[in-house]
Nanobody, 125 residues
Framework: QAQLVESGGGLVQAGGSLRLSCAASGRTFSGYEMGWFRQAPGKEREFVAGISWTFGNTYYADSVKGRFAISRDAAKNTMYLQMNNLKPEDTDTYYC??????????????????WGQGTQVTVSS
């Protein structure tokens, strides 16, 4: 049974940094696209960043470009999201996800194959 488990969320002041981790287990994710989404209560889950597990190609939502960096460590089967210069509007629950589809499939929350349980990020002003 494949599983994704997030960690690293917390409370940080505006301008600060956090690094989220997503530990993958239960199967190989070679050939998968993996990514991060975020969701506030009552709002749709929105794409944040994605990465090709095999090739390491990355892509980002415009709202986080230049501030967030996605990466993966294949040896540890773990994906990361380094978040710098955090803003109060970045406050959300962050989820990692994986799809066997193409990169364009990662831009929408619907139809992805695996999800983590989420980790809360709160940015105070």
């Amino acid at each position: 049974q494949a599983q994704l488990v997030e960690s690293g969320g917390g409370l940080v002041q505006a301008g600060g940094s956090l690094r989220l981790s997503c530990a993958a287990s239960g199967r190989t994710f070679s050939g998968y696209e993996m990514g991060w989404f975020r969701q506030a209560p009552g709002k749709e889950r929105e794409f944040v960043a994605g990465i090709s597990w095999t090739f390491g190609n990355t892509y980002y939502a415009d709202s986080v470009k230049g501030r967030f960096a996605i990466s993966r460590d294949a040896a540890k089967n773990t994906m990361y999201l380094q978040m710098n210069n955090l803003k109060p509007e970045d406050t959300d629950t962050y989820y990692c996800a994986a799809t066997s589809g193409r990169p364009h499939n990662m831009f929408r929350a619907q139809g992805l194959d695996y999800w983590g349980q989420g980790t809360q990020v709160t940015v105070s002003s």
